[in-house]
């Protein structure tokens, strides 16, 4: 009553009962009322029903509990420090503990998190900078415990009275979150000390990683392009064969295996795309030496198997084309033994006689010309311009094309020039043209077309007409043999040109096929590797 007297208000909660019997929690205050000689006559109470407030604090109790999130407060200017009852289980203390700032102090744990929290109170405390910290303490039982700390603060006049917040503890989660990034790392170094290249791309073709391998063999270092769409920084390679098997991988769920030219590095790559639930990973790795050692060992056999077929030509050669003028010779220098021959009879075997050497002459010079090809000339490479090749050979043959009302068509667009021996590529469009131009279909006029490609890093030359054509079930496998001719009624010649093509894109790297059907063309086609 005396402090009532005092003009004092006075509150706190109760229980209020109401006339059913039922009670309900209250916040009640009572307020003195006096007279003009301040003297006390009477009391006025205000009962609120708190029913809500309180099922909210027990709800936001019980959320904290589950969440593991306590609170903290501390009055600067007494030097009190309350911790609620989550706090107190954090630091694994007793109810009976009583905190203060010192020993709240000691429990973080030395090293970094004591540095970062001390450092942390002392701005709040003298600039008024929150703070929202997650760093290690020791419990009171000697455990490491990961929590985070809300530090803000109250100020008056420019000094801090008052600094509150909250603890979490975060253990299990920083724990995780630690061995995930502990794995992230264990990966990031088998993928950067592995010899393979290697990049990943999420389901947007977004690059997600791209190891140290993968910037030296693609030249492009991971900062540019982390982050960006892979085929808008490699355009170049949109359908490449990459580009279709990667989307394929994707599309079929399916580990895809397969190796790629890359022409603007000019480099062979054995690649394996592996599909994933958020996009692709890729290893990859730089073939290119293999390639060129299995390349030579092919071109070895190669020759090899032309060295012996070789031998079966020039065994042939000598069966044949020269047994026969031999015998002839042999016979003819019989017949001259004898003495009584007439005049007019001697006159006829020596004319035989000529002829016999003639042939064997040209015999000589065809095994001749073969054995200058396959054994290369003095000749220097030199980059030869297509199109003025063929400029060149049709100006020489003018007339001939005229004749027939030959039509020749060249694109050149993909490439029109490579680095070889200007002479055999020249001999080679020329006999190719001639051959067109030799075997056309009566009453039709030649049409030749010429053009370039470039597959897998070879530059591709492709002679098509519409000559009569070449039976290939039945004549294929002598097509490009010695003294080989499918229509001799047709046009003179003795066998040699499509040999000689052959035995010349061979001597400068090259490799010819055929494609051919009866009255309807050929196409002959030459690869060069680059």
Request: proline share 2%.
């Amino acid at each position: 009553m005396e402090e009532l007297k005092q003009g004092h208000e006075w509150s706190g909660e109760f229980r209020v009962q109401r006339k059913d019997g039922t009670d309900f929690p209250a916040w009640v205050t009572d307020a003195p009322y006096y007279d003009e000689h301040q003297n006390l006559t009477g009391i006025i109470g205000i009962s609120t029903d708190i029913t809500a407030q309180k099922k909210l604090q027990e709800l936001l109790d019980k959320t904290n509990k589950l969440a593991r999130i306590g609170n903290y407060e501390v009055n600067v200017e007494e030097g009190t420090l309350y911790w609620s009852e989550v706090t107190r289980e954090i630091h694994e203390v007793d109810e009976g503990f009583v905190p203060d700032i010192a020993k709240a102090m000691s429990f973080y744990k030395e090293g970094l998190s004591k540095e970062r929290i001390t450092q942390a109170v002392k701005e709040l405390s003298e600039k008024n900078i929150p703070y929202d910290l997650e760093v290690q303490i020791v419990t009171f039982k000697g455990n490491n415990r990961w929590i985070r700390i809300i530090g803000q603060a109250e100020f008056s006049e420019g000094k801090c009275i008052k600094r509150y917040g909250s603890f979490q503890d975060i253990d299990a989660r920083k724990n995780a979150e630690i061995e995930v990034l502990k794995v992230y790392e264990e990966k990031n170094i088998i993928l950067e000390s592995i010899g393979d290249g290697f990049f990943a791309v999420d389901t947007n073709w977004v690059v997600t990683y791209w190891n140290n391998q993968a910037e030296k063999m693609l030249h492009m270092p991971k900062r540019k392009i982390t982050g960006q769409n892979l085929w808008e920084i490699f355009a170049d390679s949109i359908n490449s064969v990459s580009y279709k098997k990667y989307h394929k991988a994707i599309k079929t769920k399916q580990v895809i295996h397969f190796e790629d030219y890359y022409f603007s590095f000019k480099k062979w790559f054995d690649i394996s795309a592996y599909p994933l639930e958020n996009g692709l990973s890729v290893f990859f790795k730089d073939i290119t030496e293999q390639k060129k050692l299995a390349a030579e060992r092919e071109k070895i056999t190669a020759d090899l198997l032309h060295r012996n077929k070789d031998l079966e030509q020039f065994s042939y050669i000598v069966s044949h084309n020269m047994r026969s003028p031999v015998a002839d010779i042999i016979g003819i220098c019989d017949v001259l033994k004898k003495d009584n021959l007439p005049d007019i009879a001697k006159s006829k075997i020596l004319s035989g006689l000529t002829s016999s050497v003639n042939m064997l002459d040209n015999v000589f010079k065809d095994l001749n010309n073969i054995l200058i090809v396959r054994q290369g000339v003095n000749e220097d490479k030199q980059v030869v311009n297509f199109s003025q090749l063929i400029n060149n050979i049709s100006s020489g043959i003018k007339s001939i094309i005229e004749k027939e009302k030959a039509i020749i068509s060249v694109d050149f667009s993909a490439v029109d020039e490579m680095f070889t021996i200007k002479s055999y590529l020249q001999s080679i469009f020329y006999n190719l043209i001639s051959n067109s131009l030799k075997y056309r279909q009566p009453d039709i006029s030649p049409i030749i077309k010429i053009s370039s490609q470039v597959l897998n890093g070879k530059i591709v030359l492709l002679f098509n007409d519409n000559c009569i054509g070449i039976d290939l079930e039945k004549r294929g496998d002598q097509v490009f043999g010695l003294y080989k001719r499918f229509h001799p009624d047709m046009a003179d010649g003795k066998g040699m040109g499509l040999y000689m093509v052959k035995t010349q894109a061979e001597s400068i790297g090259g490799k010819i096929s055929i494609t051919s059907e009866v009255n309807k063309g050929t196409e002959f086609k030459i690869e060069f590797e680059t």
